[in-house]
Every structure is written in structure tokens, then in C-alpha cells.
């Protein structure tokens, strides 16, 4: 019966993904909600790092982190 109770239970996690087709980019990351600070700097290094473009956190957060089911 508890494996039932966990089953119905929904896991969320954050994601931001960087879909640039043209430069062939693969970075996606997924971490906690508990983390999500993290996950902005690390997205904000590698966007202005691999392809020049400055983002503030607060962008990042608003345009492109997603929550989705793990």
C-alpha cells in the first residue's frame, strides 16, 4: 500500500534548457527547487561564456525556467 502512496505522489524539479539550434548547444540542467539560485548562475555563466549574451538572474528565472515532472 505505501508504494501506491508514492505512485500518486507528483516530483517536480527545475529545468532550463538552452535549445540554440545554430550553434549546436546541448546544455540542460535539472536540480531542486531548493537549489534554483544555483541553477541561474550556472545558466547566466554559460549563456554570457559560450555565447556572449548577458542575462540577469531575474531573466533567466522569468523566460526560461521551467518546472517539469521527474
Keep these: 500500500m ?3 502512496t508514492l505512485a500518486e505522489e507528483q516530483m517536480t524539479a527545475l529545468q532550463v534548457a538552452c535549445d540554440t ?7 540542460l540542467m535539472r536540480t531542486e ?11 547566466r555563466d554559460h549563456v554570457r561564456e559560450q555565447h556572449g549574451k548577458d542575462y540577469t538572474l531575474e ?11 521527474v
Design 2 to 4: 505505501a508504494d501506491d
Design 59 to 69: 531573466e533567466i528565472d522569468e523566460q526560461h525556467v521551467n518546472e517539469v515532472e
Design 33 to 43: 527547487e531548493s537549489d534554483k539560485e544555483r541553477l541561474l548562475e550556472i545558466t
Design 21 to 27: 539550434e545554430v550553434s549546436g548547444c546541448l546544455f
